[in-house]
T-cell receptor, first 115, second 115 residues
Framework: AQKITQTQPGMFVQEKEAVTLDCTYDTSDQSYGLFWYKQPSSGEMIFLIYQGSYDEQNATEGRYSLNFQKARKSANLVISASQLGDSAMYFCAMRESYNFNKFYFGSGTKLNVKP | ETGVTQTPRHLVMGMTNKKSLKCEQHLGHNAMYWYKQSAKKPLELMFVYNFKEQTENNSVPSRFSPECPNSSHLFLHLHTLQPEDSALYLC??????????????FGEGSRLTVL
């Protein structure tokens, strides 16, 4: 079974609007971490936001927030006030507690921001 | 600049060539990783080194040979590759342990084309 599922291969959003990128995960571990990365066309993967499984509040970093619903095993990324520079691939990832070096990545969502 | 530098950024090689990819991190991290990114596939973990010791080898063919001489440098030696090995090879580093989130910091990748 896939550990991370991103069901949206591509998304369009109008500039200045908010967009939600979906991510669901599969684990039996009680302690785990969830990450979102952005990959522009240049290739570099840029860390955006982190959510720990025991964190009671949803993580926020500037225009990024993570809608964490533990019971549903979902960790959706919300980007508010989209900018043209947000056009990129976005990857959700998970790390379980028993192997701190093993990250599972989803297949990604390509976001296009329209002017 | 992310603190993780990969060279070369682009490499074209024939199936009989021998070449190497280099990665250097300036972040004081103890773990380094090689990932393979092919079109329309999730990131594939290839190798992990923790304090210079290899801790993960994700069933990678022997034509890929990693080397980690110290915690700051990581190499991927390539020989007798196949055209299906053409991909973006991403190096990453992280600080393991329970302090902080331990997110991956990525380089900009080495785009490999095997003719």
């Amino acid at each position: 079974a896939q550990k991370i599922t991103q069901t949206q291969p591509g998304m369009f959003v109008q500039e200045k609007e908010a967009v939600t990128l979906d991510c669901t995960y599969d684990t039996s571990d009680q302690s785990y971490g969830l990450f979102w990365y952005k990959q522009p066309s240049s290739g570099e993967m840029i860390f955006l936001i982190y959510q720990g499984s025991y964190d009671e509040q949803n993580a926020t970093e500037g225009r990024y927030s993570l809608n964490f619903q533990k019971a549903r095993k979902s960790a959706n990324l919300v980007i508010s006030a989209s900018q043209l520079g947000d056009s990129a691939m976005y990857f959700c990832a998970m790390r379980e507690s028993y192997n701190f070096n093993k990250f599972y990545f989803g297949s990604g969502t390509k976001l296009n921001v329209k002017p | 600049e992310t603190g993780v530098t990969q060279t070369p950024r682009h490499l074209v090689m024939g199936m009989t060539n021998k070449k190497s990819l280099k990665c250097e991190q300036h972040l004081g991290h103890n773990a380094m990783y090689w990932y393979k990114q092919s079109a329309k596939k999730p990131l594939e973990l290839m190798f992990v080194y923790n304090f210079k010791e290899q801790t993960e080898n994700n069933s990678v063919p022997s034509r890929f040979s990693p080397e980690c001489p110290n915690s700051s440098h990581l190499f991927l030696h390539l020989h007798t590759l196949q055209p299906e090995d053409s991909a973006l090879y991403l190096c990453a580093s992280s600080r393991t342990g329970r302090l902080g989130t331990g997110e991956l910091f990525f380089g900009e990748g080495s785009r490999l084309t095997v003719l």
